[in-house]
């Protein structure tokens, strides 16, 4: 473990933090997605994903998506959060056309407004545990400021013991834990997460599923695609994806 690192971790021991305030009402609309539809392929190969999917998520609202494997649930999230384009349809985020932005619109959008937790978590392997948290307030020139969040963040998903490691030294579940650990890091108003409890125990899961409640309360966005009973419950909303569209 680097100086940095243990200095970082020996904040976790601090006052809890509050979470930053954020602009905007809570029950006031987020994301607003209209028609949105994805093709993949082309000619006889071509796979309708999405098919005029609609989707309202508003501040401090937690939405689940369930739906079988290979009904679009991943490519969803992926339109939702800018990292793909819809062949069709409208995607507002926080008044945003996310789906008329340029390269680096997507890219500002990302950085400020989104919070990804990705089904293959997506850690970059030439960092720690904790420069992988600390990455996203990086980028958005905040490193310093998230030490302590990144701290509290790995304390309370039971990653302090293990946080100076590299992706490759790490079991699945931890690396899955980091993952939401770097997506909560900046407070953006909008998280992802693509089953984020897949690979986790129960109370790992519980902690997780409790991260992302507390995050909702506290007037973000969730919208949760996942398997997983525990999560369904807590959720204000559950849809399930079925022939290209959401249904109640
Ligand atoms: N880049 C791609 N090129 C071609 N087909 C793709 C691509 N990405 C996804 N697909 C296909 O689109 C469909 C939807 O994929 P998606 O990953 O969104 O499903 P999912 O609901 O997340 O499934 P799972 O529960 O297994 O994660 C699948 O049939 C998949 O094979
Ligand atoms: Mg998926």
Known sequence: MTPEHSLILSVAAGP???ARPILGVVGSVLVRARGLAKTYGEGHAAVRVLDGADLDVDRGDFVAVVGRS?????????????LDRPDAGEIELDGDRVDRLDER????????KVGFVFQAFHLLPELSGI????LPAKLARDGLEAAPRAAELIEQLG????????????????????AVARALVNDPPLLLADEPTGNLDEES???????????ADSGRAVVLVTHDRAATALADRVFRLEAGRLVA
């Open 105 to 112: 619109g997507l890219t500002d959008v990302r950085r400020r």
């Open 205 to 215: 899961g519980a902690a997780v599923l409790d991260l992302l409640r507390r995050a």
């Open 131 to 134: 420069e992988n948290v600390l």
């Open 16 to 18: 809890s933090l509050v």
């Open 70 to 82: 290979g009904s679009g649930k991943s490519t969803l999230l992926h339109l939702l959060g800018g």
């Open 159 to 178: 990653l302090s013991e293990v946080a100076g490691r590299l992706p490759s030294a790490l079991s699945g579940g931890e690396q899955q834990r980091l």
